[in-house]
């Protein structure tokens, strides 16, 4: 199965500035997706990228999937501290076969008043 | 639409006690999903039901047995609990062939003393 890393673990900002958290496959993305998990609850999904090269947006939050299809980052503009939490990324594990998704161990992240 | 929920919220045991985690899913999704979350671990997938009737393996299953009850509800049991099963379990849900995105429950956090 592939690995997804997350860079970087943890991140502190101040609030209003922009950031990316990135996430890098050892295989190719059939599917990339980015949730959030706030402190003692469930993943919220963010957006999910197939095609090289695709980006999406959701309010302040954009993700894009490179070309290659091997890495994917998520950026955050004007962060806010309703933004905080963990961020995870998974991927499709099978190339679409059976929906299986492997996860990265996802990236903290502070907005600082 | 309550999405997907999970009972309990939190359980200690003792070990070699025995116990089963309930989740169901109100989205009419084909494919059910058991994962655990350990610090520096990330999600790891224990188990999944990628329809109904069928229940297959995920990285780490040793240790637990699912059953797939019905479309709606997919059960986690721990035949006989030990420490190194202390962690968050995560259920989840998606639609089989259109969509691949996962929603996942609230989580359940057990402690196996």
């Known amino acids: 199965s592939q690995e997804l890393e997350q860079s970087p673990q943890s991140l502190i900002v101040q609030e209003g500035k922009n950031l990316t958290i990135n996430c890098t496959s050892s295989?190719?993305?059939?599917?990339l997706y980015w949730y959030k998990q706030k402190y003692g609850e469930g993943l919220i999904f963010l957006m999910m990228?197939?095609?090289?090269?695709e980006e999406k947006s959701h309010e302040k939050i954009t993700a894009k999937l490179d070309e290659k299809k091997q890495q994917s980052s998520l950026h955050i503009t004007a962060s806010q501290p309703s933004h905080a939490g963990i961020y995870l990324c998974g991927a499709d594990d099978s190339g679409g076969s059976n929906y299986k998704l492997t996860f990265g161990k996802g990236t903290l992240l502070t907005v600082n008043p | 639409n309550a999405g997907v929920t999970q009972t309990p919220k939190f359980q200690v045991l003792k070990t070699g006690q025995s116990m089963t985690l309930q989740c169901a899913q109100d989205?009419?999704?084909?494919?059910m999903y058991w994962y655990r979350q350990d610090p520096g671990m990330g999600l790891r997938l224990i188990y999944y039901?990628?329809?109904?009737?069928?229940?297959d393996k995920g990285e780490v299953p040793n240790g637990y047995n699912v059953s797939r009850l019905n479309k709606r509800e997919f059960s986690l049991r721990l035949e006989s609990a030990a420490p190194s099963q202390t962690s968050v379990y995560f259920c989840?849900?998606?639609?089989?062939?259109?969509?691949?995105?996962?929603?996942f429950g609230p989580g359940t956090r057990l402690l196996v003393l």
């Open positions: 990228l197939q095609k090289g090269g």
């Open positions: 295989k190719t993305l059939y599917g």
């Open positions: 989840a849900s998606s639609v089989l062939a259109d969509q691949e995105t996962q929603y």
């Open positions: 039901s990628a329809s109904e009737g069928t229940t």
């Open positions: 989205m009419n999704h084909n494919s």
